[in-house]
Each structure stands twice: as structure tokens, then as C-alpha cells.
């Protein structure tokens, strides 16, 4: 089954027919959009039988499956034939599920409303999943379960990452005893806190990227049950945008970067177990003074941290090709990979020589940005001389042909990084990019033919020319 699945307020502003192209023009095979109004998102919606038919056509024509319907938001004053023409369009669109909450209400009142509009979806052959915010009566997971335990038809619940981390403030929740299924998950990113004025204008306008804020993604997505679909939901909002409403944008960025992560929701599954940290030199160095610290005594250091197996430094020769908006040349890539998985985010935090690292990063560093991806021990050995690169917003599929080519001159591997980690120390700013490039070069020859496919694919790209040195190899361990 395929897991991923494309929100309607992933491109936002979107019509219903327009959400089914992109949705198939990036390769996501089913998508969760409105049916009903609704006043927050002002988002197009289905609303006639007639243009459900004509979607449900179209959707089989291109491979795309109808999931999801949204949202149905449940008043004190709920009778049965308030959504019955939505639910009969939700019934002709062949989706599988309904998205319910529940506005403010007398919580006897709110068992009475909930038990009657699941009997009248599911004669319709669709399931309810109880969705938790802090808009309503249902504010947590805790409540939502305590909740689903009191009605008479059994649902299970509609989890979104965040209001986790808005009305729970993380993820602990989501890993104690289940007391009632979850059947669906919610997938965006954004700050740890925000200002609880601004909370309704994000959840509807203003989340991020999975990857691009501070949410413990990949935590989130193995605390979901493995045979659950996951929405894309990362709306935001024009910079030049006036009314606060979401810009409608395609969400290629949002796609890809879902299936990448280490669940079986992605292409790639991946136990992070590998860290490459981009370095930027003291302003006050001369660049021989920087790689000779790095090379002699930091290395002393690093190579001794527990359960390492790889530790490679990448010396920044020059630079190849640098997109714009993809950040300024550092002068190094390092490279460490432990030989396990199994707590790596406190591995450095509980060294004994914790504190002696860190006063010499000091000692040459100005900032450095640390991106978690995965040794593969059969990835080609690093070579001397070799162009190391990180790529943003290129497709799986772009970049696998883009190897292809490189790889019929040169040995080559990727590595798609993990995103932001919540470490127990978050010491760095900027954007984590997407992917790793690492081609391996003989000691002379043209660097810019080798990398000629990954300029190619027109994604946002930096690319060095680096010497390497083997600070730590396997044959060390």
C-alpha cells in the first residue's frame, strides 16, 4: 500500500480537479480533499454530485486514489440531514474516511452528536477518524482516547504532528498504551512553540516542510501504526498575502521529502547512523590555518568517539557550482558514521570528552550545520580527490537518472539526510539539505563533467572539489 497521501492544504487554494493533477503529476497516488466548507481554510471544495462524478472519472483516469475527506465539524445542533449532501458526494468520490471534530458542546451532548454521524457516514460505506485540536472540545490524544471509550460506535482517531506539539508539547503521548486506535496521521513541521494567537492562522496557513522546523518528525512517523495513511498538510502563507489565506503552490518539495523518511512510509527505509557536518571557519584564520587545526588536532580529538567506524574529512579545494539561495561555500564536509543506530543523538552528550571537543570546535569553527543520513558499508571507497555535494528539491527519480550518468564515468552514491533531529543541545540554524553527493575522482581530470547530470537536473545544488583524508576506517574499529 502506498502510504503517502496529498492534503488538499498542501496546495492550497487549489480546485479539487487541479489538487488530482499535481497530485499525479508528482507521482502521490492519493489524495484527502474538502467536501464541506470550511470557514478556516476558505479551501475549494467538492460540492456537487455532479462534480464528484466528473472528479471520481478523472482521478481513475490519472491512478489516483480519492482517501480522504474533509472536514466535517460537529455543532450542538448536529441532526442527521445536516451533512447528508456532503457525505453523498464523500460517497461518490469513493474516499474511505471523514475527518470529524468536535466544536465546543456539553460532552453528553457531544456522545449523542458523534454516535449519529458515524451511523449516517457509515451507511455510505465511510469511516469517521475523531481528529484532536485545540479549536474544539477534543484538545489531546489522552482526551480523544478517553473519548472514543465513551461512545457506542467504535472510530479511531486522526493524528497530526501539530497539535502534538501545540496543545501536548511533543510526542510522549504518542508512545504510551494505546486505549484506542489510531487510523490516520497528519505530516508538517514547524517550531517547537509558537504564540497561542498565531496557532489557528498556522494550522490552516503557516506549517512547514517535513524537515524544514524543529518537530521530531521521524519519532512522530514510528509512533504511527504501520498500516496507516499519512497526509501531506503543509500549507503556508504568500509573503505578499494580505489576508493571512494560504497561497496555492504545488507541493512537489512536500512529496518527495515525505517518502524520504526512515518509516515505511518512504522509498528509502534508513536507521540514521551517519553524520555530515558542513563547516564554516573563524573569520580570523588564514584558510591554512584552518585545515591544518582540522586535520591535526580536532582530528586527535573526533577520532576517538565511541562506537565509531568512518571518519572522513572533505578539504574544500573550490568550489564547482553554488546555486543561488543555497547558502554560502563552506571550506569542509566531515563525515562520521558510528557502527550503530541505537542512541546516537546522545552518543557525543554522554562521552567523557564532550567538553574537550567543544572547546575546540571553538578553537576553529565560526558555525556548522549537522544533517543525519546513513553508512552504507557498501558504498564506494573515498578516493583522494572527489567532489562532494548537497542538493535541495530534486526528485528520488531525478537524482537516481542523474547517478546513472555520473556513475557510467565515476563511482558515486547518494544519501538522503534525515532531516532535523531533536538533539539535547541545538547548536545550529539553517536549513538541512535534502541529499548528499559524494563522486569519487581519479587525481587528475575535469570535475565539472562529473557532475554535469546533477547540474542538469536544475535542482538547487552546491558542489566542491574537496580533498579527502581517513581520519577512521572500519580497519581501525
Not at 497521501?5 to 480533499?33: M, Y
Not at 462524478?53 to 475527506?69: F, K
Not at 565515476?410 to 538541512?432: D, F, I, L, Q, Y
Request: negative net charge.
Amino acid at each position: 500500500m502506498e502510504r503517502l497521501c496529498l492534503h488538499h492544504l498542501a496546495a492550497a487554494g487549489a480546485q479539487p480537479e487541479e489538487l488530482v493533477d499535481i497530485a499525479a503529476a508528482n507521482e502521490v497516488r492519493a489524495v484527502s480533499l474538502f467536501v464541506t466548507r470550511s470557514a478556516r481554510s476558505g479551501s475549494p471544495f467538492v460540492e456537487t454530485e455532479a462534480q464528484a462524478r466528473a472528479l471520481r472519472a478523472q482521478a481513475d483516469r490519472l491512478g489516483v486514489e480519492i482517501y480522504g475527506m474533509d472536514v466535517f465539524s460537529l455543532p450542538e445542533t448536529y441532526s442527521a440531514d445536516l451533512f447528508a449532501m456532503n457525505l453523498d458526494v464523500a460517497a461518490i468520490l469513493g474516499g474511505k474516511r471523514v475527518t470529524v471534530t468536535l466544536e465546543k458542546q456539553d460532552m453528553n451532548r457531544a456522545r449523542e452528536v458523534f454516535d449519529s454521524f458515524c451511523l449516517t457516514a457509515r451507511e455510505r460505506g465511510i469511516e469517521p477518524h475523531l481528529e484532536f485540536h485545540a479549536f474544539g472540545l477534543i484538545n489531546t490524544l489522552p482526551e480523544a482516547e478517553d473519548f472514543l471509550l465513551s461512545v457506542e460506535t467504535p472510530s479511531t482517531i486522526s493524528a497530526d504532528i501539530l497539535h502534538f506539539y501545540r496543545n501536548e508539547g511533543g510526542l510522549e503521548s504518542l508512545y504510551q498504551p494505546r486505549r484506542a486506535p489510531i487510523g490516520h496521521g497528519q505530516l508538517c513541521d514547524g517550531p517547537l512553540s509558537r504564540p497561542k494567537d498565531e496557532w489557528l492562522h498556522e494550522a490552516v496557513a503557516d506549517r512547514r516542510y517535513p524537515g524544514d522546523g524543529d518537530f521530531d518528525v521521524i519519532r512522530f512517523l514510528r509512533g504511527l501504526p504501520e498500516d496507516v495513511r499519512i497526509d501531506i498538510e503543509a500549507p503556508s502563507s504568500h509573503p505578499g498575502s494580505t489576508d493571512g489565506r494560504p497561497r496555492k503552490r504545488p507541493p512537489r518539495r512536500s512529496a518527495w521529502r515525505a517518502r524520504r523518511w526512515p518509516t515505511p512510509l518512504g522509498r528509502r527505509e534508513m536507521q540514521p547512523n551517519k553524520r555530515n557536518t558542513i563547516i564554516w571557519p573563524r573569520a580570523d584564520l588564514t584558510r591554512a590555518q584552518f585545515h591544518h587545526h582540522w586535520s591535526g588536532p580536532h582530528a586527535d580529538i573526533a577520532r576517538h568517539l565511541p562506537d565509531l567506524v568512518w571518519y572522513i574529512q572533505n578539504h574544500v579545494i573550490r568550489s564547482l557550482h553554488l546555486s543561488e539561495g543555497i547558502g554560502q561555500a563552506p571550506e569542509g564536509i566531515a563525515e562520521i558514521a558510528y557502527g550503530v543506530s541505537e542512541g546516537i543523538l546522545t552518543k557525543i552528550d554522554t562521552w567523557d570528552r564532550v567538553d574537550e571537543l567543544r572547546e575546540d570546535k571553538g578553537r576553529f569553527l565560526s558555525s556548522r550545520l549537522g544533517c543525519w543520513s546513513h553508512w552504507q558499508p557498501d558504498s564506494p571507497a573515498p578516493s583522494l580527490r572527489r567532489v562532494v555535494c548537497y542538493m535541495n528539491d530534486v526528485t528520488p527519480e531525478g537524482l537516481d537518472a542523474a547517478l546513472t550518468r555520473t556513475g557510467e564515468s565515476h563511482a558515486c552514491h547518494a544519501e538522503w539526510t534525515a532531516g532535523k533531529m531533536a538533539m539535547p543541545h541545538k547548536e545550529e540554524e539553517g536549513r538541512v539539505p535534502d541529499v548528499f553527493v559524494f563522486v569519487e575522482l581519479p587525481l587528475s581530470g575535469d570535475p565539472e563533467t562529473a557532475i554535469a547530470p546533477l547540474v542538469e537536473t536544475g535542482a538547487p545544488l552546491a558542489a566542491f572539489l574537496t580533498a579527502t583524508e581517513a581520519k577512521r576506517v572500519p580497519l581501525d574499529s
